[in-house]
C-alpha cells in the first residue's frame, strides 16, 4: 500500500480512538494508543514490523518536540526556588524504583545479580510522552503541574546514570574484566554532558535565530529545524536526543524574552504529530507476549509501580511540598517507552545471555504502562484539582504555555 495512504490511515483511526475515548472519559492517548493496537500485529496486521520502522522518524520527531517543550519548564528563577526539592523528589521516586525492582528480582524470585541490578536500573526512566498530553487535554496547571514536568525530565537523567552503572556492575560480577569503574562513571557522564552542551549551543543559536525572524510560520519552521538537528546530531553523536532537545528549550525559555512564541508555534504543529507517534505505538504492541511473560513480568510491574509510588511520596513529604504533590505525584510517573526500549539495544549487544527474558518483560512493562499510565495520570490531575487550572492562572501570561486547547488534541 501507498505509504501516504496508510500514514493517512494511520492517523484518521487514531483521531477516532481519541474520540472513543472521550466518550468513556479517558485520556485521548489512551484512545490512540487502543486504536493503534487494533491496527498492530494483534488484531488486523495493516501495520506490521517494516512499517514501524519505516515510520520511526514520526516517533522521533514527537519525542523531540516533547522534549523540547518540557526545556519550557525549566525557568531560572523557578528552579532557583523549587529545583533542589526537584532534585530529591527525583532521586527518591528513582531510587525507589530501583531498590524494590531489584530487591523483588534478586531476593524473592532468585534471578541473577547481574539479570536484577539491569532491569531494576531500566524501571527508573519515565516516558514523557503520555503524561504532557494528558496535561495538554485537560489544560492542568498547579503545584503537581508544575512538579511533573520537571521530575520527569530529570529522572530520565537519573536513568541513563542508573542504567550505566548496572551495566557496568553486572559487566564486573560476570568476569568480563574490560568494563572499569572509569567507564562505569564516565560513560553516563559523557552522553548526558555532551547532550546538555549541544543543546547549550544550539538552544543559543536558536535565540540568535528566533530574535531576527518575522511572523509565526517563519518561527515555526526555524524552531522545527532546530529540533531536527539537534535530533540528527544527538543520534550522530552517541548523545541523547531527549536530554539535547530539553536544554535547547531551556536555554530559549531563559534567554529569549518572547519565546513563547516559540513554543506555541511549535504546539500547534505537533497534535497531528503526537496522534500519529501513539497510534504507531499501540501498533507496535503484541498481547501475544502476555502469554510468555508469566510471574516475573507481572512482579515487574508491581514492583516498578509501587517504588515510583512510594519514592514519590517520600521524596515530597520529605522536602514539604504541597499535599496534593505528595499524595499524587507517583501516579503520574508510570508510564514507560521510548527510553527504556532504546536501553534495550545495549542490553541485547552487550548482555546476550539475558537480553531474550529483560526484552520480554519490558515489552510487557511497555504495553501495560503505555495504555494504563494516561489514565492513572488524569486521575493523580484530577485529584488534585488541577484540570483546566491554566485558565485560572495569571502566571501563563508571562510564560510559554506547555498547554493546548481539548479543541487541539481532538484533531
Known amino acids: 500500500m501507498n505509504l501516504l495512504l496508510k500514514v493517512s490511515i494511520v492517523l484518521l483511526v487514531g483521531v477516532l480512538g481519541g474520540k472513543v475515548a472521550r466518550i468513556f472519559k479517558l485520556p485521548n492517548v489512551s484512545g490512540y494508543l487502543i486504536a493503534g493496537l487494533f491496527l498492530g500485529p494483534s488484531f488486523f496486521k495493516f501495520i506490521g514490523g517494516q512499517d514501524v520502522s519505516n515510520f520511526s522518524v514520526i516517533s522521533e520527531l514527537a519525542l523531540a518536540i516533547i522534549a523540547f517543550s518540557i526545556g519550557s519548564e525549566f525557568v531560572v528563577k523557578d528552579m532557583l526556588r523549587l529545583g533542589k526539592s526537584i532534585v530529591i523528589i527525583t532521586l527518591a521516586e528513582v531510587i525507589g524504583a530501583v531498590f524494590i525492582v531489584f530487591t523483588v528480582m534478586y531476593y524473592i524470585f532468585n534471578q541473577p545479580f547481574a539479570f536484577s541490578v539491569v532491569i531494576a536500573s531500566m524501571s527508573a526512566a519515565t516516558a514523557p510522552a503520555a503524561t504532557l498530553l494528558v496535561i495538554k487535554q485537560y489544560n492542568a496547571y498547579g503545584p503537581l503541574t508544575k512538579t511533573i514536568l ?9 536513568g541513563i546514570i542508573v542504567f550505566g552503572i548496572a551495566m557496568s556492575l553486572a559487566h564486573l560480577t560476570s568476569g568480563q574484566e574490560s568494563f572499569s569503574i572509569f567507564k562505569m562513571i564516565s560513560e553516563p557522564a559523557i552522553e548526558i554532558g555532551g547532550s546538555l552542551l549541544l543543546g547549550l549551543a544550539l538552544g543559543i543559536v536558536l535565540v540568535l535565530v528566533a530574535k531576527k525572524s518575522s511572523g509565526r510560520d517563519e518561527l515555526q519552521a526555524v524552531a522545527l529545524v532546530a529540533i531536527g538537528i539537534a535530533t540528527g546530531l544527538s543520534n550522530s553523536l552517541g548523545l541523547s536526543p531527549l536530554l539535547t532537545n530539553i536544554m535547547m528549550g531551556t536555554i530559549l525559555i531563559n534567554m529569549y524574552p518572547k519565546s513563547k512564541r516559540v513554543f506555541n508555534s511549535v504546539n500547534d504543529f505537533s497534535t497531528p504529530v503526537y496522534i500519529l507517534f501513539f497510534t504507531l505505538a499501540g501498533a507496535s504492541l503484541d498481547l501475544s507476549i502476555l502469554l510468555q511473560v508469566g510471574m516475573l513480568g507481572i512482579a515487574y510491574v508491581i514492583a516498578r509501580a509501587s517504588g515510583k509510588i512510594l519514592g514519590a511520596w517520600l521524596g515530597a513529604k520529605s522536602v514539604k511540598a504541597n499535599p496534593t504533590v505528595t499524595k499524587n505525584l507517583g501516579y503520574a510517573l508510570l508510564p514507560q517507552g521510548g527510553i527504556s526500549i532504546g536501553l534495550l539495544v545495549l542490553v541485547r549487544s552487550q548482555l546476550p545471555q539475558f537480553s531474550a527474558e529483560i ?10 504502562y503505555e495504555v494504563t499510565g494516561p489514565i492513572f495520570a488524569k486521575l493523580a490531575i484530577q485529584k488534585a484539582g488541577e484540570i483546566n487550572g491554566s485558565g485560572k492562572s495569571d502566571k501563563l501570561k508571562n510564560k510559554p504555555k506547555v498547554t493546548a486547547s481539548n479543541s487541539q488534541l481532538d484533531g
Open 150 to 158: 520537571p521530575v520527569v525530565a530529570l529522572d530520565d537523567v537519573f
Open 359 to 368: 526484552s520480554t518483560i519490558i515489552m510487557f512493562s511497555v504495553l501495560i
